[in-house]
């Protein structure tokens, strides 16, 4: 169930959701409804109630489950994806100091975490 929120997070941050609105979501019944119709309803609940109780997930006063910090760190490492990992640390590099990865660049060359790459002029 996890898993789903956190696609269903990332989905939303994809259609430029803000944080706070790509991490609420309806009751555990419409988490039921939207996610996990092949579950039985009081198994979605009990595990809301599980995840609500490790500090995945949040409720607000109106009933909507809130996808926790937390959840999001956890499933970030979890799933990794290299390949955008490299390209955001190099667009992050680029905006802290552009002129010494300007030179990088023109080397051909990118260090990043001691490991040496091609530089990647399309994504710069």
């Not at 009751?27 to 996990?36: K, L, N, Q, V, W």
């Not at 499933?75 to 990794?80: G, H, Q, S």
Request: glycine share 6%; net charge positive; aromatic share 14%.
């Amino acid at each position: 169930m996890l898993c789903a929120l956190y696609k269903s997070y990332l989905d939303k941050r994809e259609n430029d959701v803000d944080k706070d609105g790509a991490k609420m979501f309806g009751s555990s019944g419409d988490i039921y409804e939207t996610f996990m119709s092949e579950w039985l309803f009081q198994d979605v609940d009990e595990t809301y109630r599980e995840l609500l109780r490790a500090g995945y997930l949040h409720n607000n006063i109106a009933s909507f489950v809130i996808l926790s910090d937390k959840a999001i760190i956890y499933m970030e490492n979890r799933f990794k994806r290299k390949g955008n990992k490299i390209v955001d640390c190099m667009i992050k590099i680029k905006s802290f100091i552009p002129l010494r990865l300007g030179i990088l660049n023109a080397k051909g060359i990118c260090k990043i975490n001691n490991y040496l790459f091609p530089a990647v002029y399309n994504f710069i």
